[in-house]
Nanobody
Framework: VQLVESGGGLVQAGGSLRLSCAAS????????MCWYRQPPGKQRELVAS????????NYADSVKGRFTISRDNAENTMYLQMNSLKPEDTAVYYC???????????????WGQGTQVTVSS
């Protein structure tokens, strides 16, 4: 099982980027899907989360109204649409998925490899 991220890059302030995270090889159910970010010299922080079934979402205050998390359950893929980007959004962005194994009765999570987002002023 692995998570593969894509979509990072360099963008000017006010621009947009869309990140993707695809999970492959898993037969477990998904409990929640999250995006985190780690700015330079700072700790990793939760940006947004979504539940796969109801599509319930939560956002960090710093990104509310600008970022949108979504998912495609059929493809086991989630997205982060980032609009009105600011220089303070510069960070490495990581996807994180919490799975539940019905056969093993355990919960576990996986992380993507991270993708750099740089917003220039």
């Amino acid at each position: 099982v692995q998570l593969v991220e894509s979509g990072g890059g360099l963008v000017q302030a006010g621009g947009s980027l869309r990140l993707s995270c695809a999970a492959s090889g898993s037969t477990s159910s998904i409990n929640v899907m999250c995006w985190y970010r780690q700015p330079p010299g700072k700790q990793r922080e939760l940006v947004a989360s979504i539940t796969p079934n109801r599509g319930s979402t939560n956002y960090a205050d710093s990104v509310k109204g600008r970022f949108t998390i979504s998912r495609d359950n059929a493809e086991n893929t989630m997205y982060l649409q980032m609009n009105s980007l600011k220089p303070e959004d510069t960070a490495v962005y990581y996807c994180n998925i919490i799975f539940y194994s019905d056969s093993l009765h355990i919960q576990y999570d996986l992380w993507g490899q991270g993708t750099q987002v740089t917003v220039s002023s």
